[in-house]
């Protein structure tokens, strides 16, 4: 019975994004681009999936459910998951699509995805001839994965991105892994991001969505907002990294020296400035400027205040001063007394 599970556990999420199958086909269906090296996803992954616990795996075919308990762990590809549980859903396969492209997000994020509690209904879909042959045809088999919840001590990593939580919901259909629990952290060979509420990896948009008092810091530099996006790409070690990170409400960005707190920010790792926009107040010792934009260089120090941002409507930067007060004299060293002969 385990060995069988964990046969349907690795051809279901193996199947999770498959070809589109076409009667006849004289040319072999396109395949989706490859992710970058080291990107965090099951769906994505090139090769075989392997599943292992130590108390084993259950099969319940009620409930369409495969479960591993103690120890257990996901390998596929360059992603690995492991908790102390770990539960995959899984479905009657439907018809097989080519993935859709997916942008990144440009504005606030939409709310964390819930899977829902059943398998979502399938439909029929005609393939690109007129014909509608189902994906079990050609994989083997009639059922495929469509979630995966992971329980207890979750570690979601690659070789160069980890992620921690204490529960993962990774739904197949959206390719995005939601994290939750306490002290949620992301990390990276050069940023940290942190979260109170959810810490999502949106997959197909190569980007992280950190909400609730969410932080991302490297090094001395740190940015704080509501919600924090980090787009992450290769780097010239063909690494995944943060590239950009936008943060939205209440943000507070901390150098050296001042504070600037404003409603959205855009940082850029390469070149080190933040550009802060709504409502800027710019924080220095006693000091404090208000204006509508801002640029904050990380890697000099050096800070800008504008009334607008470009092509905005202008506004007077204002400031309120404040003197240091002044440090009481030193008292005068006491002379000493004349010695008498």
Request: charged fraction near 20%; proline fraction near 9%.
């Amino acid at each position: 019975m385990n060995k069988a599970a964990l046969c349907l556990l690795a051809a279901g999420l193996a199947a999770a994004a498959p070809l589109v199958l076409a009667k006849e086909a004289k040319t072999p269906p396109a395949q989706p681009a490859p992710a970058p090296a080291g990107d965090i996803g099951l769906s994505r992954s090139s090769g075989q999936l392997e599943v292992t616990a130590d108390n084993g795996l259950e099969f319940v075919k009620d409930a369409k459910e495969v479960i591993a308990r103690v120890n257990a762990k996901a390998t596929r590809g360059n992603t690995t998951m492991t908790s102390d549980v770990m539960t995959a859903y899984f479905r009657t396969k439907k018809p097989v699509e080519t993935p859709k492209t997916q942008a990144p997000f440009k504005d606030k994020p939409p709310p964390a995805p819930v899977s829902p509690a059943v398998a979502p209904p399938q439909q029929s879909k005609p393939e690109s001839n007129g014909s509608a042959k189902p994906a079990a045809d050609a994989e083997g088999g009639s059922d495929e994965v469509w979630r995966v919840t992971a329980d207890g001590k979750v570690e979601i990593f690659t070789p160069t991105q980890h992620a921690y939580g204490d529960h993962a919901d990774y739904n197949v259909d959206d390719a995005v892994v939601v994290l939750t629990g306490d002290h949620l952290k992301m990390t990276t060979p050069r940023d940290i991001v942190t979260a109170r509420d959810t810490l999502e990896y949106w997959e197909n948009r190569h980007q992280a969505v950190a909400r609730g008092n969410a932080v991302a810091t490297s090094g001395e530099k740190r940015i704080q907002a509501d919600i924090l996006v980090a787009d992450f790409a290769e780097n010239k070690q063909k690494q995944m990294a943060i590239q950009v990170a936008h943060g939205y409400d209440h943000v507070i960005v901390t150098t050296a020296t001042e504070v600037v707190t404003g409603d959205r920010a855009d940082y850029t790792v390469e070149t080190g400035i933040v550009t802060v926009t709504g409502s800027v107040k710019m924080t220095r010792e006693n000091n404090q400027l208000n204006g509508g934009y801002a640029v904050v260089n990380l890697n000099t120090g050096i800070s800008r205040l504008f009334p607008a941002p470009p092509g905005g409507k202008a506004e007077q930067v204002k400031g309120l001063f404040v003197p240091s007060p002044k440090k009481a004299p030193a008292p005068a060293p006491a002379t000493p007394a004349p010695k008498v002969p």
